[in-house]
């Protein structure tokens, strides 16, 4: 991917892409900030503080933003592993000696006034196609449940659900992972769906190595597709 990339969005502003730098963390920060103060549950994101941003700058891994008019309405991260990621990654199943070969998703913020653009989507797909394959292996993730913009994204950009249990202080949190190697993998989908709600279940049926493949909203109720694998990842 280049250096800058620009496109129109659907109200007919112009924007670039562009790799974030240094001198964008006020501007991340603020607009994290914003993004929190206009989330339904709060809880739904983790917010990174401006010391974490900066260590993520002298570490491994792909930073974009969405500018328009010079203003940052967008950004996402994906970085190599701090020592909590590492924890997570291990418990899935990811060697120790594999971490250097695994990146996160860290954080997705959209300016509230540009949600419905897309913006997500694009960033995590360019994001998806700058990262050296040769360089790593897994990419992984962790999404509040009923967070579905963020669940969706996930499964679009072809991620699984691989666990759901407790983590930053006690918040429940889907576990997503992504296989560079087995990338055409398929699963096996099973014939039933699991009310989203229903954690216990949810965490049993991942105990017993099966994978979330999907959500689906049925009688007003989100559910979630699970799957097994035809080929395991490890």
Known sequence: MAEMTTGILQNGEPFIVRKLTMDDLDAMSQLQSKVIDHLPIPEFLEPT?????????????????????????????????????????LEVGILKEELSNTLFSVVTNVDPDYRGSGLQKLLGEKIIDTIDRTRFRYVLSTVAPFNIPSLKDKFFLG??????????NGKLRYTFFKDFQTESVEFEHLNFSVNMSDYGRQKELFRLGYFGTGIVYQNGEWMVQFGVMKKQFF
């Open 49 to 89: 503080s401006k010391e974490q941003f900066i260590d993520i700058f002298q570490k491994e891994g792909v930073m974009l933003g969405v500018f328009v008019h010079d203003r940052l309405v967008a950004f996402r991260i994906f970085s190599s592993p701090d020592l909590f990621e590492e924890k997570i990654a």
């Open 159 to 168: 991620f699984s659900i691989i666990d759901l249990k407790e983590q930053y």
